[in-house]
């Protein structure tokens, strides 16, 4: 069964940073098209940035500039850099890696 543990999460202030993991197992991770998701309480869940098994890297525009999508296909992991956090980031990111979902870790920003 594909298994794909996410960590990097937790509180941060405004202006900070936090690199999020996603490690997958059991999945042919390198011809995976990837992906980071957020979800905020009430809201839908959104892209947030998307990379492609040959490492093209699409974002959302209230993050472009400030996140960056990378993936090591010999670790089978995508990461997600967040820099210059703000208050409205905050939220449960999730990990894809095509067709599978990560379990989610929360993101929180303080003021």
């Known amino acids: 069964q594909v298994q794909l543990v996410e960590s990097g999460g937790g509180l941060v202030q405004a202006g900070g940073s936090l690199r999020l993991s996603c490690a997958a197992s059991r999945i042919n991770f390198s011809i995976r098209a990837t992906g980071w998701y957020r979800q905020a309480p009430g809201m839908q869940r959104e892209l947030v940035a998307s990379?492609?098994?040959?490492?093209?890297?699409n974002y959302a525009d209230s993050v472009k500039g400030r996140f960056t999508a990378s993936r090591d296909n010999g670790k089978n992991t995508v990461y997600l850099q967040m820099n210059s956090l703000k208050r409205g980031d905050r939220s449960l990111y999730y990990c894809k890696v095509a067709p599978c979902w990560g379990q989610g870790t929360q993101v929180t920003v303080s003021s």
């Open positions: 990379i492609t098994s040959g490492g093209s890297t």
